[in-house]
């Protein structure tokens, strides 16, 4: 079993820039993928990015050259920099992590607002 807590939303101005963290927890796994999720009002849940393995990522291809995946494994931490910001980044932003044999887990989320 494995726990996710994400922090790290909020309001920001467009242009302007937050980071994400998420925190997994639990005993007895061993994750090989952590990834960002976004779900905006409205429109079915997308991925924004994601690392396996601790090095080989994927982007969205809205938030290419913005956004940054990185894994802290000895910490089991995942973090999301996002700059650059657009209002239409505004979305509750899930993190996920994937263990062999189960269904992907999910962190409860954090809303990221783009607006002036």
């Known amino acids: 079993q494995v726990q996710l807590v994400e922090s790290g939303g909020g309001l920001v101005q467009p242009g302007g820039s937050l980071r994400l963290s998420c925190a997994a927890s639990?005993?007895?796994?061993?994750?090989?993928?952590m990834g960002w999720y976004r779900q905006a009002p409205g429109k079915q849940r997308e991925l924004v990015a994601q690392?396996?393995?601790?090095?080989?990522?994927n982007y969205a291809s809205s938030v290419k050259g913005r956004f940054t995946i990185s894994r802290d494994s000895a910490k089991n931490m995942v973090y999301l920099q996002m700059n650059s910001l657009k209002p239409e980044d505004t979305a509750v932003y899930y993190c996920?992590?994937?263990?062999?044999?189960?269904?992907?887990?999910w962190g409860q989320g954090t809303q990221v607002t783009v607006s002036s």
């Open positions: 996920s992590a994937r263990t062999v044999g189960y269904p992907p887990y």
């Open positions: 639990g005993s007895g796994f061993s994750i090989y993928a």
């Open positions: 690392i396996v393995s601790g090095a080989a990522t």
